[in-house]
């Protein structure tokens, strides 16, 4: 059975203070490792999928990377507006699948 | 492109009422999914279709139905609800094959009394 944990759960910053969010898994398989951002009420919306490790990718203030055994999201000077609850998913198997993790509460303080 | 849309974004119900919540996409995808996300607990699946004409459960299918319409919709039901279907529900959908990224519409919020 796949697993995902995510830490911390909560995290606060103060704006322009650098820090990273950690999702470690347990998968037979890994396929596929996304990273989706959630605002409150609203639905995920889509920020990446890495597939190998090693593979890292950017957007703006977020770099995502991958190891054999966890993903970080790093957030280079956050502002306010990066608030939100970041949410991890691995797929694997069948791929047509996520598991998620409870996801981390990101707060930026202006 | 209105991507994934769900209707209704709020519903009260009393226990034992049935409802259906919709859900449609307009990217052309394949693949439908029907989430249920609690406080702590993550998103949570409830059924999927991987085309149209099919359906398979989740990890959470008890006390639910589903139907793909056809391409674009993919509904799902409660018969008789439970306070425990007391949650904010998601529908999602990806494309092509291989790893998919699925893409998630605003939710439904439930509250079951």
């Known amino acids: 059975e796949d697993q995902v944990t995510q830490s911390p759960e909560a995290l606060r910053l103060q704006e322009g203070e650098s820090s990273s969010l950690n999702c470690s898994y347990t998968?037979?398989?890994?396929?596929?490792l996304f990273w989706y951002r959630q605002d409150p009420g609203k639905g995920p919306e889509f920020l990446f999928t890495?597939?190998?490790a090693g593979e890292e990718k950017e957007k703006e203030r977020l770099k995502a990377t991958l190891t054999k055994k966890e993903s970080f999201l790093h957030i280079t000077a956050p502002k306010p507006e990066d608030s939100a609850t970041y949410l991890c998913?691995?797929?694997?198997?069948?791929?047509?699948?996520?598991?998620f993790g409870s996801g981390t509460q990101l707060t930026v303080l202006p | 492109n209105a991507g994934v849309t769900q209707t209704p974004k709020f519903q009260v119900l009393k226990t034992g009422q049935s409802m259906t919540l919709q859900c449609a996409q307009d990217?052309?995808?394949?693949?439908m999914y029907w989430y249920r996300q609690d406080p702590g607990m993550g998103l949570r699946l409830i059924y999927y279709?991987?085309?149209?004409?099919?359906?398979d459960k989740g990890e959470v299918p008890n006390g639910y139905n589903v139907s793909r319409l056809n391409k674009r919709e993919f509904s799902l039901r409660l018969e008789s609800a439970a306070p425990s279907q007391t949650s904010v529900y998601f529908c999602?959908?990806?494309?092509?094959?291989?790893?998919?990224?699925?893409?998630f519409g605003p939710g439904t919020r439930l509250l079951v009394l």
């Open positions: 999602a959908s990806s494309g092509r094959g291989g790893v998919e990224t699925q893409y």
């Open positions: 998968v037979s398989g890994l396929r596929g």
């Open positions: 890495l597939y190998s």
């Open positions: 998913a691995v797929s694997s198997g069948s791929a047509r699948q996520l598991t």
């Open positions: 990217m052309n995808h394949n693949s």
């Open positions: 279709s991987a085309s149209e004409g099919t359906t």
